[in-house]
C-alpha cells in the first residue's frame, strides 16, 4: 500500500545529488543539491538560514540560480528560484531530458 501523498506540483521534483555552493551575501557555503525542479531546489548546507533569505545557489555544470529561501529544517532548505521556469530550462541544458524537466515544461 501506497500512503505517500500524490504530487500535484506543477513542476515536479526530480531526486539529484549534485555538489554546489550557496552563495549568501558576500559568504559562501559548500552545499549538497538533493532535488530540482523548475521552479525551486531542496539543499543541505550547514547554515540555518531564515525564510526569505536571498541567496545564489551556485553550481559547476549549470552556472548559478538567483533564489530566496522558503522554509528551512535542520540545515535543509527549500528554495524558490527568481528567474521564470523557462531560464532555469535553459540552466539546466540538455539536462532537463534526463531528469524529465522539459516534460513538466511541456505540460504547464
Same mark, same amino acid.
Given at each position: 500500500m ?7 506540483r506543477?513542476? /515536479? ?37 531564515k ?11 549549470f ?21 521564470? /521556469? ?11 531530458i ?9 505540460n504547464?
Amino acid at each position: 500500500m501506497n500512503n505517500k501523498p500524490e504530487d500535484k506540483r506543477a513542476h /515536479p521534483r526530480r531526486a539529484v545529488l549534485w555538489s554546489g555552493k550557496l552563495q549568501f551575501g558576500k559568504y559562501g557555503f559548500d552545499c549538497q543539491i538533493w532535488n530540482v525542479s523548475l521552479l525551486g531546489a531542496k539543499v543541505k548546507v550547514g547554515l540555518p538560514l531564515k525564510a526569505g533569505s536571498e541567496v545564489e545557489l551556485l553550481m559547476d555544470k549549470f552556472g548559478s540560480l538567483a533564489g530566496e529561501v522558503v522554509w528551512q529544517n535542520d540545515g535543509t532548505l527549500g528554495l524558490i528560484f527568481e528567474e521564470p /521556469p523557462e531560464k532555469v530550462m535553459l540552466a539546466f541544458g540538455s539536462s532537463v531530458i534526463r531528469l524529465g524537466l522539459a516534460d513538466a515544461m511541456e505540460n504547464a
